[in-house]
């Protein structure tokens, strides 16, 4: 059974930085669409980055584009989020995810197949 799971959360000031990190146990992970997701009290889970190795592609949300950067490195089936120049408005529970699907203007999860991890806070203090 594929587990994920996410850390470096914390809580910093308004423009500071964290690196996310989140294992994933699939043998296919050098090959896998992964991406990160937010969700903040009240809000709706929202896509912030994904990756598709195979199609070269990478999506970016509006909100955090030119600050925040996915990555990956397969040796250590490890999917990274480096946050930039953090605002108040980043604050929320970060999730990664297994599995999605990356296009252009979007990133989805799928009923069936995306594995979640069981998140980790990022506040960020004004």
């Known amino acids: 059974q594929v587990q994920v799971a996410e850390s470096g959360g914390g809580k910093v000031q308004a423009g500071g930085s964290l690196r996310l990190s989140c294992i994933i146990s699939?043998?296919?992970?050098?090959?896998?669409?992964m991406g990160w997701f937010r969700q903040a009290p009240g809000k709706e889970r929202e896509a912030v980055s994904c990756?598709?190795?195979?199609?070269?592609?990478?999506f970016y949300g509006d909100s955090v584009k030119g600050r925040f950067t996915i990555s990956r490195d397969n040796a250590k089936n490890t999917l990274y989020l480096d946050m930039n120049t953090l605002q108040p408005e980043d604050t929320a529970t970060y999730y990664c995810?297994?599995?999605?699907?990356?296009?252009?203007?979007?990133?989805?999860?799928?009923?069936?197949?995306?594995?979640w991890g069981q998140g980790t806070q990022v506040t960020v203090s004004s």
């Open positions: 995810a297994n599995r999605v699907i990356v296009l252009p203007d979007r990133c989805a999860s799928t009923a069936t197949l995306t594995v």
């Open positions: 990756n598709n190795p195979v199609r070269g592609s990478t």
């Open positions: 699939d043998p296919l992970f050098k090959d896998l669409p």
